[in-house]
């Protein structure tokens, strides 16, 4: 929102615009029990933290099409459906990879990286825009720069993990799909 209204879209606009984009968050229920029919949580975590940064590159580089606004307003949409399978993963793979005591203690340091991200996104983000901004550069070029500041970190967040983060236990898979729903139901 901060990005938009810097750009000079109306409060409307950015409201019908984005506010339903969290609603990914509401719906992953109805996906979650889909992904373990197919790899491991620990390859969902990092296939969609690359994603996500992915993702974050390419609403840089539209910031200068004609159309940006929609451009970006679209991937988004995918984003946050990324960000939601990352976060049905994550929490997968420290209930299945940790005893009840090491849970409670990871479960704060989830927390905190959570808040910390929230601050890094809707501080760190904007203030650098601000910077960029204060330094001469125009706010497309601004905000394009920390975006892909939030992408390269998003990516390296990816390649840490990737050594760091544990595979988790490997449940009985679902024989199929009609599985997955059967059990859902």
């Not at 491991?40 to 910031?63: C, D, P, Y």
């Not at 970006?72 to 939601?84: D, G, N, Q």
């Not at 990352?86 to 808040?115: H, R």
Request: glycine share 8%; proline share 3%; with cysteine.
């Amino acid at each position: 929102g901060t990005m938009f209204k810097d750009l000079g879209h109306s409060d409307s606009e950015i409201t019908v615009s984005t506010a339903s984009v969290g609603i990914a968050w509401s719906l992953k229920p109805f996906w979650a029990p889909l992904l373990d029919i197919f790899r491991t949580k620990k390859f969902w975590v990092l296939a969609m933290e690359l994603t996500m940064a992915a993702l974050l590159g390419v609403a840089a580089l539209s910031l200068h099409l004609p159309n940006y606004f929609h451009m970006v307003t679209l991937v988004l949409w995918v984003l946050a459906f990324a960000s939601a399978t990352q976060d049905i993963c994550v929490d997968g793979v420290y209930i299945t990879s940790l005893d009840k005591t090491q849970q409670a203690t990871w479960i704060g340091v989830q927390g905190m990286c959570w808040n910390v991200g929230r601050i890094f996104a809707t501080a760190a983000v904007v203030w650098f825009a601000g910077t960029l901004k204060s330094g001469g550069r125009d706010a497309k070029t601004a905000w394009a720069m920390s975006l892909g500041l939030s992408a390269a970190v998003m990516a390296a967040l990816g390649l840490y993990h990737y050594f760091m983060l544990p595979t988790g236990t490997v449940s009985r898979r679902p024989k199929d799909a009609a599985e997955v729903f059967s059990t859902f139901w």
